[in-house]
């Protein structure tokens, strides 16, 4: 998901008066000013670099325009001198405007005189908002809203961490499987809310000094950004790495799980073994109460049956042959019918998150569409790398990135042009395999309180310090690195 932004409900402090208020505004408006003069400047250079270096980059006259798009959108997702759901909205407009059939006259008879070809038709761009991946993530919002308003999340957590028992470790692991569970089908940031407000009672009572406390709160983020992975709808990247996963390459939703479900377990199992060792209890005993109890009114069962049918429909696609979009759609009909879902439900719905992905896919289509993808990929001689080496080079820089900047911004950039370096680098593997170990790249990277919104609503708790995210997440985030990597060996060995 996106970086949470700074408010007191994270942790950043309200000003206290407004005497400081305005200083601090002006100074944050100067920074991003600055900021957005800085990328200016990069991009006029962009734009004249093929000039320069002919040889090197001999794109076409919609290409150039093309690329100043792609490296203003990155730099404007990097420095964030507007929120990152802006940029993608400036980069479907920009689009449009400079290189589709659909926008400024002269620029668009220029481009069709030169390089006819390769101009976008503006409903190839403007359809990015219309993608079938989107009404996939609606589909899991409208699940995850209705599950909280009507506290099946909760409810099931209840039913779910008592077969763990008291024992501190245990009960930090049950905490990790059950975050990691609602993760699969909600936004993990909601995920994280949920968690934590649970275990709030417990964090009063255990001593502040008791080292185990931070194993609780960090057990939290962890698992939800581990959890996410396991299906389609748990986070952005997941959807960005399956817009791209269409014919041949195109994958179900239940082998999705069938390959990440596993990951996820080992991978929650290790960052468990983590916290366990980094930070033991000094307690014999956790008490864990949750009041709360389901629901017998109508809606509430509506809403249970409609949740356990939409999950066995996408887990079942084989034998009903309903595709997973449209299974999303269930949900949506369902709840809104029935009036589970009112209004004030459908603007709560995560519409950043949602223009986020849209500016992703359509910058992706724009690389493809126009070349521009082709070209970059064809910068390289790959002939010296071995299919495994690009994608591990692909990911890590993924990974690397998605620790300063949100990960659907990360994914955005790095999966189209993954997909056309594996493209033309002939690895011998398939390409569906590789953009699912990109997105989980993505999703583990949890190195930083600003990697992701659930570290950051981790962090605001007060009860870790950066160090402690840093040297646990740091190594869960390596560890869950290496597993994905060796499962991609192991599939790609028996596929």
């Excluded at 040889?55 to 420095?79: D, K, N, S």
């Excluded at 499987?177 to 940031?189: E, L, P, V, Y």
Aim: charged fraction near 10%.
């Amino acid at each position: 998901m996106t970086n949470a932004p700074s408010s007191p409900e994270n942790g950043a402090k309200a000003p206290s008066g407004n005497t400081d208020a305005a200083p601090a505004s002006d100074k944050g408006l100067k920074a991003n000013i600055i900021k957005l003069f800085v990328i200016a400047l990069i991009c006029a250079f962009t734009y004249f670099l093929p000039a320069i270096m002919p040889e090197t980059l001999p794109l076409t006259a919609v290409q150039q325009i093309t690329l100043v798009i792609f490296v203003g959108a990155a730099l404007l997702w990097i420095l964030e001198p507007m929120p990152v759901y802006a940029t993608s909205l400036t980069i479907i407009g920009s689009l449009c405007i400079f290189i589709s059939d659909g926008g400024l006259t002269p620029v668009r008879e220029y481009l069709k005189a030169t390089d006819p070809s390769h101009v976008m038709k503006y409903q190839q761009v403007l359809n990015s908002f219309s993608s079938p991946v989107l009404i996939l993530f609606i589909g899991g919002f409208a699940l995850a809203i209705a599950a909280t308003k009507y506290k099946l999340d909760i409810n099931l957590a209840k039913i779910l961490l008592k077969p763990f028992g008291k024992r501190p470790g245990l009960v930090t692991m049950g905490i990790m499987c059950i975050t990691g569970g609602f993760a699969m089908f909600m936004s993990n940031t909601a995920t994280t809310v949920m968690m934590l407000a649970m275990i709030a009672p417990v964090l009063a009572t255990v001593d502040k000094k008791d080292p185990g406390i931070k194993a609780l709160v960090l057990a939290v983020p962890f698992a939800a950004n581990i959890g996410g992975i396991a299906t389609p709808v748990g986070t952005p990247p997941n959807a960005i790495a399956l817009s791209f996963l269409t014919g041949e390459n195109s994958i179900s939703f239940l082998n999705w799980m069938i390959i990440c479900f596993p990951l996820a377990i080992i991978c929650i199992m290790a960052a468990w073994l983590v916290l366990h060792f980094m930070f033991p209890f000094r307690i014999s005993e956790i008490k864990l109460t949750i009041d709360s109890k389901f629901e017998k009114d109508w809606k509430s069962i509506v809403v249970y049956v409609i949740f356990g049918l939409t999950i066995l429909l996408w887990m079942t696609e084989k034998l009903h042959g309903i595709n997973s979009y449209v299974i999303a759609l269930v949900p949506l009909m369902g709840y809104t019918a029935t009036g589970i879902l009112e209004t004030g439900d459908i603007k709560r719905m995560n519409w950043d998150v949602i223009w986020l992905i849209a500016g992703g896919i359509a910058i992706g289509n724009a690389l493809g569409v126009t070349g521009l993808a082709d070209k970059l990929a064809h910068m390289i001689d790959y002939s010296q790398f071995s299919g495994f080496m690009i994608i591990a080079a692909l990911a890590t820089i993924g990974w690397a990135l998605s620790n300063f900047i949100s990960n659907t911004a990360a994914a955005n950039l790095m999966i189209p042009i993954a997909v056309a370096v594996l493209a033309n680098a002939d690895t011998g593997m398939h390409m569906s395999h590789c953009l699912i170990i990109m997105a989980l790249a993505m999703s583990f990277a949890m190195t930083l309180p600003i990697s992701t919104p659930p570290n950051a609503l981790a962090y605001a708790t007060g009860d870790i310090t950066n160090k402690d995210m840093m040297k646990s997440g740091g190594l869960v985030s390596v560890i869950c690195m290496l597993v994905a990597f060796a499962a991609l060996y192991v599939i790609e060995q028996f596929s």
